[in-house]
């Protein structure tokens, strides 16, 4: 270990130091402060399908898929719990396979085709997956429901699928529809309100009537 | 109409629509995203800019000075507003902590300034470069290391539960002392968020000296009233509308910040502005329900009956903050004759703790029922046989005053068995499934029933089709259904004839949704307004108002019959009325009771706890719509999982702030985490509680679950946690020998 002598500096000129912090810590912030070039918006366009539809869109390359559905398409169906990938409200079908919609931008989504919610069925033509989740109560304050709807839909078809879980007990083989795979899957889509037992009912009855 | 003697028989009586499982009315909506919450109000107002709060980055202190030159100089920025452009603004009602203005940073995350810009992006980016000049002081963040000094405070919790700084029948420390069993333990509970899916988020804007908010909230009224207050405007210049929310659970019962800055920021702008708390600054900004450490000391005699209990509870809070209740129910649950109740609030700076759903009883019956449990085994007693010989009809700190109707021993005797409890081994850690210790717990549910008075304007038009407007507001509880329920009983047509519209502060006034007295009281309200239509009804159509029948969509006296239409054939009926209460909640405590039953897996090598059976069985008066109710409960009963198992902000007790302040780091409960679950509700009515002879139902779910789970735990491995949560290295020590 080198001698602490050798770092040749005297208990004076420490306490110097630690003054010029303190000094440097209450100057006013204008002193200090290096104004940074603050850059115009990157707009870009991009053009995907959604619902059906095809949309060309000028978008600031910061925006989310999940931002240019709610504001600029006014797809508000799509709901935003957490901007962060942890909650699952923003749940939609991208070239069929789910995806956090906040967790994406927009401009990656070129030529894509994005289903929502309002792509799976209206107040007068439910889905059958929709009316399921009315039928078994899979809801409360409805937040989480579109996303749960969304990732329900593409769950059963991963199942379908063969896609394995960290439940699937057996590679090998098919998976097995079950309500653990169920519930595993599902787990990314919180649900404060806690109507998970009810949404778990609803999908196993679609499931059950797909055969 | 005043409520001052039992109900007798009346309309709802005839059970036709209400009391019968129904689909919510709104689902087709929040199923297909056409439900618009507060963020999404694209048609209300054009022009809408966004908005974007900036947090404190210090708990405590005060700010030298912004420096907003960068920020203001960004793209698309429309205005900016901070707290030291103004003074400390006034607080709105029933908050502790100061929402905006000033210098001053009383915890965390509080709202320093609030960036308006032409899109999210931009105001996002803006806000920063916003630099601030902190001048921080040291704060209080520690609980435990504030207790011992902390000073009793009483309290009402406003949802419920109450009590002095202390209460005492009888001598309870000679009886304690003189039992022949003796129970004395500490519990702690953990700050908890109330986590709700949707941020709290406001659309603001201004028209002259009227202000608009589109906003997110439980308590319409409240809120009203709290904005004009916070900003210093006459209330008749402010209007809220909330017809959707995202989930509250106590979080949205108050005027938070993004409404404050959504106005704030409206007027500097001259725009309307839009604006969502980032889920980040949810947990610090907002309110969170207070961690509690408890100590709870039972007595009784060899033969199992209580002789003496007391319950105390220590919390912290912001200074003006309230303690948490968390003795509440222990002063009405279980009888014996030598009582102590005490709470103690101890100063701290970390963010305002406040109401999260059963304020006072989920933390408090978390430690009770764990401690009953504890004091089964030590008299050798089945847990629900201690609970049933220690129940009471009667106030224990008042005897003549009874409870309008109690029956937690059917609750118990129900759910035992339904639930296999006689297939319990009384020893613990005898059950092996596999790689799995099992274990049942049970535990007592309990939560007050509140009266609260509630306005509603109903319409009939000429094609009979019913209206009703009231400011209640629908927080995921199924307000829209058993109001329309309500509104069709009365006036004796289908559902699909009522259209329900909730949550504009132009409506009557409401109970609004808070301390489970939203259901009750607010179809209580629509009750009094249809009672008036009726008669208008009744007069219109020339008559007898004693015989009238309202049914099938039409009215009959003697031979006559009518469709109920053709009174609205020459124009609208419209009639306002509201509920209020007289003493009947004073000459008879009203309650709500449960018991709850929960079976566990225990890993015999992980310690990790997975809940596989729930039942609840529920006494609640009348259930006005099974299925709605049945949802609320089985909502509770999650969030009673996640506090039992994993929920706890984590304090950082240097910085003085909650550190996993997101969904990722504060975990609640998944699918993965929640089996199916079972709810019995015991068929009665309460005549004492209102026309509708209900109770509430949506908290008592809650109440008890958390210590039924700890109280399986306990059973499954025969270790006995008594600080929540019950995370996996609580136990993997102490886990019994796996082979």
Redesign the interface.
């Known amino acids: 270990m080198a001698d602490p002598s050798e770092l040749n500096v005297n208990r004076r000129e420490v306490m110097a130091g630690a003054g010029a912090c303190a000094a440097v810590a ?1 100057a ?3 002193a200090g ?1 290096q ?2 070039p ?4 990157v707009l870009t366009q991009v053009s995907f399908n959604v619902n059906g539809q095809s949309h060309a869109l000028e978008v ?1 390359t ?2 989310t898929l999940l ?1 240019a559905l ?2 600029h398409l ?11 990938g ?2 699952g ?1 923003c749940t939609v079908l991208v070239d069929g396979r789910r995806i956090n919609s906040c967790l994406t931008l927009a401009v990656m989504h070129q030529g894509n085709t994005v289903t ?3 792509g ?5 033509n ?1 889905h059958p997956m ?1 009316a399921a ?3 078994h ?1 899979g ?8 996303g749960q ?1 969304c990732s329900g839909l593409a769950v059963l078809d991963e199942i379908k699928a063969g896609i394995p879980s960290h439940v699937t007990a057996d590679l090998t083989g098919p998976v097995q529809l079950s ?1 653990a795979e ?3 899957r ?16 609803a999908m196993t009855e679609v499931a059950e009537r797909q055969g | 109409m005043r409520f001052d003697t039992p109900a007798t028989t009346n309309p709802i009586d005839q059970l036709k629509v209400v009391g019968r499982p129904t689909d919510r009315i709104d689902g087709r909506h929040k199923t297909t995203g056409t439900a618009p919450y507060a963020y999404e109000r694209h048609d209300v107002v054009p022009d809408q800019a966004y908005g974007f709060v900036l947090g404190a980055a210090i708990a405590k202190g005060r700010i030298a000075a912004m420096l907003l030159d960068e920020a203001k100089a960004a793209p698309g920025v429309l205005a900016i507003v901070t707290t030291l452009d103004m003074p400390r603004l006034e607080r709105g009602m029933m908050n502790a902590a100061y929402l905006f203005g000033g210098p001053v940073v009383q915890h965390y995350h509080q709202a320093v300034a609030v960036v308006v810009a032409e899109t999210f992006e931009q105001a996002r980016a803006a806000a920063y470069l916003i630099r601030v000049d902190y001048e921080p002081e040291a704060g209080k963040f520690d609980l435990a290391a504030e207790a011992s000094n902390a000073p009793l405070v009483g309290d009402d919790s406003g949802e419920g539960s109450s009590g002095p700084p202390e209460v005492r029948v009888g001598d309870f420390e000679g009886a304690f002392k003189a039992a022949e069993v003796k129970h004395d333990e500490s519990y702690t509970t953990p700050d908890e968020s109330h986590a709700m899916m949707e941020p709290h988020a406001t659309i603001a804007a201004w028209d002259g000296d009227q202000l608009t908010l589109w906003t997110s909230n439980q308590m319409i009224g409240w809120g009203k009233r709290s904005i004009a207050k916070i900003l210093g405007i006459p209330a008749q210049n402010v209007r809220l509308d909330s017809p959707y929310i995202g989930g509250g659970f106590g979080g949205k019962l108050f005027i938070r910040a993004d409404a404050v800055l959504a106005a704030l920021g409206a007027k500097a702008a001259q725009r309307p502005v839009k604006l969502a708390l980032t889920r980040p600054l949810i947990a610090n900004n907002t309110t969170h329900r207070p961690a509690t450490i408890q100590r709870i000391r039972i007595g009784a005699n060899r033969d199992g009956i209580i002789t003496a209990i007391a319950h105390e509870s220590t919390s912290g809070n912001l200074a003006d903050g309230k303690p948490e209740t968390a003795v509440s129910q222990t002063r009405l649950l279980y009888a014996g004759a030598n009582r102590l109740m005490a709470m103690r609030l101890a100063p701290l700076d970390l963010p305002e703790g406040n109401a999260m759903r059963a304020p006072g009883e989920a933390p408090g019956m978390m430690a009770l029922e764990v401690a009953m449990d504890e004091m089964a085994e030590k008299l050798g007693l089945d847990p629900v046989q201690f609970r049933i010989l220690n129940d009471t009809q009667v106030d224990p700190e008042n005897p003549n005053r009874r409870f309008s109707h109690r029956d937690l021993v059917g609750c118990l005797r129900l759910g035992a068995e339904r639930f296999g409890w006689d297939k319990r081994n009384a020893q613990p850690a005898q059950v092996r499934d596999g790689h799995w210790f099992v274990g049942m717990g049970v535990a007592a549910g309990f939560r007050n029933n509140l009266l609260t008075k509630s306005a509603a304007r109903v319409r009939l038009d000429g094609q009979g089709v019913v209206a009703v407007e009231t400011d209640m507001t629908d927080i995921g509880t199924g307000s829209y259904t058993i109001i329309a329920q309500t509104a069709a009983e009365m006036m004796g047509v289908a559902l699909d004839k009522v259209v329900v519209r909730l949550g504009d502060s132009s409506f009557p006034v409401a109970a609004g949704s808070g301390g489970q007295w939203g259901a009750n009281n607010s179809t209580a309200g629509v009750y009094a307004a249809c009672v008036k239509l009726r008669e208008a009804v009744v007069q219109r159509l020339g008559f007898n108002s004693a015989d009238a029948v309202f049914a099938d969509g039409a009215v009959r006296s003697g031979n006559r019959s009518v469709a109920l239409a053709e009174a609205a054939s020459a124009g609208e009926l419209v009639a306002e009325d509201f509920i209020e209460y007289g003493d009947l909640a004073k000459t008879h405590q009203q309650s709500t009771f449960a018991a709850h039953f929960v079976e566990v897996g225990v890993d015999a090598l992980t310690g990790e706890v997975r809940v596989r059976r729930m039942l609840a069985v529920c006494a609640a008066g009348r259930i006005l719509n099974p299925k709605s109710a049945r949802s609320q409960v089985i909502g509770a009963m999650t969030m009673g999982v996640g506090a039992a198992l994993m929920e706890e902000l984590a304090v950082d007790k240097r910085r003085g702030f909650f550190v996993n302040h997101d969904l990722a780091g504060y975990e609640v409960p998944v699918h993965a985490d929640i089996p199916h679950q079972d709810v019995i509700f015991l068929d009665e009515v309460d005549p004492m509680s209102s026309p509708m002879k209900a109770k509430g139902v949506a908290e008592l779910g809650i109440c008890g679950v958390g210590a039924a789970v700890a109280n399986a735990v306990y059973h499954a491995t025969g270790i006995r946690v008594r600080d929540y949560p019950l995370t996996l290295d609580k136990l993997i020590g102490h886990l019994p020998e796996a082979v």
């Not at chain 1, 799976?120 to 007068?124: E, K, L, R, S, V």
Request: proline share 7%.
């Open positions: 209450v006013p912030l204008s402060a104004p940074t603050v850059e115009t918006p600031d910061r925006t931002d709610r504001e006014r797809l508000t169906g799509t709901k935003k719990g957490c901007d962060h942890q909650c409200a929502t919610i309002e799976i069925g209206a107040p007068d439910l929709q989740f009315i039928k109560d809801y409360q304050c409805g937040y989480c429901t579109p709807i309500e169920i519930r595993e599902m787990s990314g889509n919180i649900c404060r309100c806690g109507a998970y037992s009810n949404i778990v009912e």
